[in-house]
């Protein structure tokens, strides 16, 4: 009987270091929190369209050529680059008022390493009275990092309107 405790223990402590080792223990399917940092109109996003960018570190987002220029914003974000990253979601420049993105649900279900973000992404219905302005909105977000391989962003028809890897 002993052998066989002991036995039992060591397959036990196996089973766990391959779990460590491998992050094989993680489930297939979670759910991380969601947090906005900031959004605006104004974000100064490229002319070229709409597009999303991954932020791992600090000089990362300094260095961005397009970074996110929200108004009154002192790009000092409360993040912890160790665990999170930043995804900078942007619709690119529009020619006028209308378009707008929020974000939809405060949490993201990440299956087999895909985060799927859900967004309000907001145009202007045709024939609308819109100021005529250009615009550039956009949406920053904080989101814990470990296990995303791919990043999902799907607007609130589950339409997929962009994807990015963390780097």
């Known amino acids: 009987m002993p052998a066989l405790g002991r036995k039992i223990g060591f397959l036990g402590c196996l089973l766990l270091a391959g779990c460590a080792a491998l992050a094989a223990c993680e489930p297939a399917e979670r759910e ?12 100064g996003g490229p002319a070229d369209g709409a597009g999303a960018e991954w932020i791992g570190r600090p ?18 974000y409360p993040w912890d680059p160790q665990v999170e990253g930043l995804l900078w979601i942007h619709m690119g420049t529009q020619p006028t008022g209308g378009y707008r993105l929020e974000l939809a649900a ?44 791919r990043v999902d962003i799907k607007d609130q028809n589950d339409r997929l309107r962009l994807q990015v890897a963390p780097k």
Do not use: H, Y
């Open 59 to 76: 000089d990362r987002l300094r260095q961005m050529p397009k970074r996110p220029a929200m108004p009154g914003s002192s790009q000092e």
């Open 32 to 43: 991380i929190t969601l947090t906005v940092l900031d959004s605006g109109t104004q974000c």
């Open 106 to 149: 405060p949490t993201a279900q990440v299956r087999n390493g895909v985060a799927v973000v859900q967004v309000r992404w907001r145009e202007p219905a045709p024939g609308s009275f819109v100021t005529q302005a250009l615009t550039s909105p956009c949406l920053l977000l904080k989101m814990p990092k470990a296990g995303i391989k």
